[in-house]
């Protein structure tokens, strides 16, 4: 791709911004509790086998990813550059959660090793059956042009 010397953002991309997907149910299974500590090796009490409560990072089995039709396509390539997590409080084996995603922001970056690039922001929350946030996922992706790859580290 040549030099961009204008944002490829459009005001359709932009519309998407703050726009919750459609969200999806999600259970917290003790089965997958288990199968997460057994594969971190976490020998955590609070969390063990008989206490109803699963760790926090249970959420990476509850949620495949966002959606790709949630996320605007504006550059072919494209990477999850950082995620943050926060927590309100513990999961509940049993319980059921709503997981909805929305894109909370689109911006431009110049320069880098690929050139132009665009930074998309992903929100992901997970409610629970009153309507209250037990966690929230930060993803940040970040999509560039393959085509536009500089050689050597920048």
Request: hydrophobic share 40%; glycine share 12%; charged share 25%.
């Amino acid at each position: 791709m040549a030099d961009v010397e204008q944002s490829l953002i459009t005001d359709e991309h932009r519309a998407v911004i703050g726009v919750p997907g459609p969200g999806h149910e999600a259970v917290i299974r003790e089965e997958d509790a288990r199968r997460m500590r057994d594969l971190l090796g976490d020998n955590d009490p609070r969390w063990a086998d008989g206490t109803g409560i699963a760790p926090p990072y249970v959420m990476a089995a509850l949620d495949p990813g966002p959606p790709g039709r949630g996320m605007p396509r504006i550059l072919p390539g494209g990477i999850l550059t950082q995620m943050e997590w926060q927590f309100h409080r513990p999961f509940r084996i049993g319980e059921s959660l709503r997981v909805v995603h929305k894109v909370t922001d689109i911006r431009d970056r110049l320069g880098g090793r690929y050139g132009y690039s665009v930074i998309i922001m992903m929100e992901t929350a997970f409610i629970d059956t009153e309507g209250e946030a037990a966690a929230s996922m930060l993803r940040t992706f970040t999509q560039f042009d393959p085509a536009g790859a500089k050689g050597g580290d920048e």
